[in-house]
């Protein structure tokens, strides 16, 4: 068998970065004013501040507004609430994304229900969570979102498939299971305490690796012809499947880095210009 074709989330991330950059130049010249998203750290964790660092450029790129409230590592739970309240009240804000993790010391669920549901555009609360578990209208977790938009780019149909998730967060591993049950497809949730995870790997069509343990699919429990998708980022970039093994038999897989990651931003600045289109009516 060939070894499989790569999926390109840098390239995909590129031309959907371009497309929300032609609407948000479209609607400021229309009402004046930049799309805005707040991105919101408490402490000072190198690789979040490197990734706030990230996202607040990829907006400037994009013609997005963006506004960094830094906090110190001893906020709590209650004043965090209660600036990400003044942030869902100020209407020159249109997403608010809270970077996680938070510190053990702050209730990061009570946190997300803060932000108000028309600008959660990182799809981290309960609302976003029903939205996407029902279909209708309102903003994806926005890696899992990033996930689909790739099988939709690289033509796979979660239809009638067997989809395996290997993880179960919140922000992750749920949601991307139920987006895939809501494009049919038959979704089994495996996580720690997963009996046999080999055995769960080997019947699936679609492989998605979320749990945060490099290496831990190896490619001899990849069902030959599958499509492998690692959203899994481990030091030394390193990813949760192990490529070397997994491209000898899956059909397509994606790389770490260059897969998923840059998708998870392109989805938030998209998602963050289609907000600041809603509030403003245009």
């Known amino acids: 068998m060939a070894q499989a074709r790569l999926m390109d989330g840098t390239a995909l991330a590129r031309r959907v970065v371009e497309d929300a950059a032609r609407k948000a130049a479209d609607l400021t010249a229309r009402t004046g004013g930049a799309p805005c998203l707040a991105t919101v750290l408490v402490g000072e964790d190198p690789a979040s501040v490197t990734y ?14 963006s506004r960094h409230v830094a906090l110190p590592a001893t906020t709590t739970t209650a004043e965090l609430v209660g600036i990400l309240r003044e942030l869902s009240a100020d209407p020159g804000v249109h997403g608010i994304l809270l970077q996680h993790p938070v510190g053990d010391h702050v209730d990061e669920r009570a946190a997300f229900e803060a932000i108000a549901p028309e600008k959660d555009v990182d799809g981290v ?16 977790s926005c890696t899992p979102g990033g996930i689909l938009r790739l099988l939709d780019e690289y033509g796979v149909d979660p239809a009638g498939k067997r989809a395996v998730v290997v993880g179960r967060s919140a922000i992750l591993g749920k949601p991307v299971g139920m987006l895939l049950l809501a494009r049919d497809a038959t979704v089994t949730y495996c996580h720690s305490r997963t009996r046999d995870l080999s055995a769960a790997v080997r019947e699936a069509d679609i492989v998605v690796a979320a749990v945060g343990r490099p290496r831990l699919i190896r490619g001899q429990d ?22 070397d093994s997994a491209v000898e038999r899956a059909s397509l897989i994606t790389p770490v880095p260059g897969g998923v990651g840059p998708m998870t931003i392109a989805t938030l600045l998209e998602q963050t210009v289609d907000a600041a289109a809603r509030q403003l009516g245009a």
């Open 52 to 65: 706030v660092r990230m996202k607040q450029n990829r907006c400037r790129r994009a013609g997005v507004a």
């Open 125 to 140: 609360t309960f609302a976003s969570f029903a939205t996407m578990s029902f279909g209708l209208p309102g903003f994806v």
């Open 222 to 243: 990849i069902k030959p012809g599958a499509v492998v998708i690692d959203a899994g980022y481990n030091p030394g970039n390193v990813g949760d499947v192990d490529f």
